[in-house]
């Protein structure tokens, strides 16, 4: 009896007990061994064969016809020895290793290696008995039965890793107790009957017998190869090689004791064999599949040799018998066994996973922790550098106050007026840097990216700077440009503003160039200064926030030290690349690269903000809503100098009071903020409902978080930041109420 067809293999030195196992290939899909590629063989479908040389081909079919060589050799030996076992009949015998072997080498190494199979068979069967014919037959039955046990592995039990789920363990021997190996056992005896080599009295007896052989065959052999072939511990591990040879040892001292002839058999020895139960649930809890497989074969060579000599409690008058009744014993041990040791493996692989998970998890927590400490430390840092640049405007502002109260002459009065002003100015550009870096840290400025000419920023520069600069002594240069840039209007404006800043604020003497040069499709603007330089050593630090290179002669009021930090981040947010050069003494330059654009045809031009003169007031009720008294009477006081009729509450309660005996109200100016956890919203939206009608509404608000802008939005209004530049109120004042009255002699027209 014979067994199994495979797949295409390169094998080399598998009877010396070293296998080294070459890639082979089948079909269209390459197969190698423990896992790795190894291009030494490829499929006629994967590579033109007359793209190979000569030398290449002749090197592969080598390997190859080697590798069916040793494998009909081994299945050889393996075959003439377990038809030496026959007692029942001379092809059918109860002891059939080949089967295993037969069905790992396909599994392992592809369907091209059922040559080997298929002559060591028709071999092995024609010189023990029967005829050609029926040796073609049975060799034939063995083929069909590798080859299709194993399609069936692949396809349904994860092929070669069949042994490492207990769900692929228990279909493995489902395909090979009920589809794979009755397949050779049906085809070899039916043949052997038809040709007379067989009474057909005996035909069921012996098909039980051929049939349990190819079982264990499949069951024993098979995993062991597989596994030990599949293997990936490569690295030696000195405590798992010591543990693998105590639990293989343990199999072998208790196979000694249970099963081998060396003592004698008694009753009271028979028990002796439930032993054997040891070392399998040794290696299954510990060792994992492999060993396990391990740990069943060596306990089943020893079962058989001690049975065939008559020893152990399975020896019986009848050979036969005796060897099938060792054949269930091993089915029952091994199959649960693997089952069990799959099912470990699949838990340690789960709690390896758990682990590193939790290792991955405390790291992460770590990571996150140090982020948090460095988060508070720079908080810390952020509220002590705030504190002391906020403080020196605001000692400024009580000094020129106090100033204010005495009595001065004109020009002195207007003076005093002037440095408030100014000094109302810085604090508003400090709060307005602190707004954008709470915005950048936060996330949620997102880019606007448009097309437009680069002399409109140009020209603002030109006119923020031009008095600032001329007040200094310094001379300002802005060249002029007819490019078109791609990006964001206001935040490019926002980094060139803060440059240009930068550069009034450290220059003493000489001047600022602004201009800007063509690189290919980018547009490089520059911003030359004549101050003292950046050291080399700084030209990184000065981008951080709150950093500030010392000055000797100019002061910094009015600093915080983010101008840079805020222009680094800008231009990350818009993948707009900076360039800095500096020479201690002699000045620095500042170049940002913008992708340019083709010149667009638009006819919105920029429409200028209209001069207070312009501001139609007469008539108009603004209604102001704050719950703080100092902000309604600062508020109020300011409009009413404007020339508007100013109602001022505290609530949207006041508010209705006073309104039930006036007019509806053209505007309202409100905190978003008011007492007791209501929102400016809220109080607009019940005086709307009360007169039935939109009224245009202003917020305002010093909470920079992006809810209430949001919020704000959402409803159709409109939000401004405090501090709010009066000259900013007044005209978004008047763009509202002029919409409005827009918007009334449209629908009365209509």
Same mark, same amino acid.
């Given at each position: ?352 996973? $758990?682990?590193? !998970? #939790? ?6 927590? &770590? +990571? /996150? *922790?140090?982020?948090? @400490? %460095?988060?508070? =430390? ?20 009580? $000094?020129?106050? !106090? #100033? ?6 004109? &020009? +002195? /009065? *207007?003076?005093?007026? @002037? %440095?408030?002003? =100014? ?328």
């Amino acid at each position: 009896m014979s067994h199994r067809s495979g797949a295409g293999v390169s094998i080399n030195r598998l009877v010396s007990g070293k296998v080294a196992i070459f890639d082979l290939y089948q079909g269209d899909q390459k197969v190698s061994h423990d896992g790795q590629s190894n291009c030494l063989v490829q499929a006629t479908t994967m590579s033109d064969p007359r793209s190979l040389t000569p030398e290449i081909n002749f090197r592969q079919g080598t390997r190859y016809a080697g590798g069916l060589v040793a494998i009909g050799v081994i299945y050889f030996v393996l075959a003439k020895g377990g038809l030496a076992l026959a007692s029942f009949h001379p092809s059918a015998t109860p002891i059939w290793p080949p089967t295993g072997l037969a069905l790992a080498a396909v599994l392992l190494w592809g369907y091209r290696t059922w040559p080997a199979i298929f002559i060591a068979a028709v071999i092995a069967n024609a010189t023990t008995a029967g005829s050609v014919a029926t040796a073609i037959a049975i060799a034939t039955g063995n083929t069909l039965e590798a080859v299709v046990g194993a399609y069936l592995v692949n396809r349904w039990s994860r092929g070669r890793h069949t042994f490492s789920r207990p769900n692929s363990v228990a279909k493995f021997a489902l395909i090979c107790i009920v589809i794979a190996t009755p397949i050779s056992a049906s085809i070899g005896l039916t043949s052997l009957a038809t040709a007379g080599y067989i009474d057909r009295t005996n035909f069921a007896n012996a098909w039980v017998t051929w049939w349990l052989g190819d079982v264990t065959g499949a069951l024993v052999i098979a995993p062991v190869i597989v596994l030990w072939a599949s293997s990936h511990d490569h690295a030696f591990d000195r405590d798992d090689s010591l543990e693998t040879v105590g639990v293989l040892a343990t199999a072998a001292a208790v196979g000694l004791i249970a099963f081998s002839p060396l003592i004698e058999q008694t009753p009271s020895r028979d028990p002796l064999g439930f032993l054997a139960i040891l070392p399998m649930l040794w290696a299954a809890l510990r060792r994992g599949p492999r060993d396990t497989a391990t740990v069943a074969l060596v306990l089943a060579g020893i079962t058989v040799w001690g049975t065939l000599t008559g020893g152990g409690p399975f020896t019986t008058a009848d050979l036969n018998v005796s060897f099938l009744l060792v054949l269930m014993f091993l089915i029952s041990i091994t199959v649960p066994s693997l089952l069990l040791s799959a099912d470990v493996e699949v838990r340690k692989r789960g709690e390896k996973r $758990l682990r590193r !998970a #939790q290792v991955e998890l405390e790291r992460k927590v &770590a +990571e /996150r *922790t140090q982020e948090l @400490e %460095l988060a508070n =430390a720079a908080k810390s840092r952020f509220l002590a550098m705030a504190s002391h640049d906020l403080r020196q405007p605001l000692h400024a502002l009580g $000094l020129f106050i !106090a #100033q204010l109260r005495m009595p001065l002459r004109s &020009a +002195e /009065r *207007t003076r005093t007026i @002037e %440095l408030v002003d =100014a000094t109302r100015k810085e604090m508003d550009e400090m709060l307005n840097s602190l707004l954008d870096m709470s915005k950048l840290d936060a996330g949620i400025l997102i880019p606007t990216i448009t097309e437009f000419p680069i002399a409109r920023l140009l020209q603002k520069i030109e006119t923020t700077f031009d008095q600032a600069t001329r007040e200094t002594g310094l001379r300002l240069r802005v060249r002029r440009s007819d490019a078109w840039v791609r990006s964001d209007a206001m935040l490019l404006e926002r980094i060139l503003l803060n440059l240009v800043s930068n550069a009034v604020r450290y220059t003493l003497r000489g001047g600022i160039i602004v201009g800007c040069r063509r690189r290919g499709q980018m547009l490089r603007i520059e911003v030359w200064d004549s101050g003292p330089g950046i050291p080399e050593d700084q030209k990184q630090n000065i981008f951080g926030e709150f950093f500030q290179l010392a000055a000797r002669d100019r002061n910094r009021y009015g600093s915080m030290g983010l101008g840079l930090a805020i222009v680094d981040r800008l231009r990350l947010l818009l993948n707009h690349p900076i360039d800095l050069a500096s020479t201690v003494g002699r000045g620095s330059r500042f170049a940002i690269l913008v992708p340019m654009v083709d010149e667009c045809d638009t006819s919105a031009e920029p429409v200028d903000s209209p001069h207070p003169a312009a501001f139609a007031v007469e008539g108009k009720v603004v209604l102001v809503i704050a719950d703080a008294p100092i902000v309604q009477e600062g508020t109020g006081g300011l409009l009413g100098r404007w020339g508007y009729t100013v109602l001022t509450t505290g609530s949207d309660e006041a508010a209705l009071i006073r309104l039930a005996e006036r007019q509806r109200p053209d505007l309202i100016i409100s905190d978003y903020h008011l007492a007791n956890g209501k929102t400016g919203i809220r109080a607009i939206e019940k005086i709307n409902a009360a007169f039935g009608s939109s009224i245009p509404a202003i917020l305002i608000s010093g909470d920079t978080a992006p809810e209430p802008a949001r919020e704000v939005k959402d409803r159709g209004y409109i939000l401004l930041h405090k501090p709010v530049d009066p000259m900013r109120l007044r005209a978004v004042m008047h763009e509202l109420l002029m919409d409005h009255d827009d918007g009334r002699d449209t629908r009365a027209a209509s």
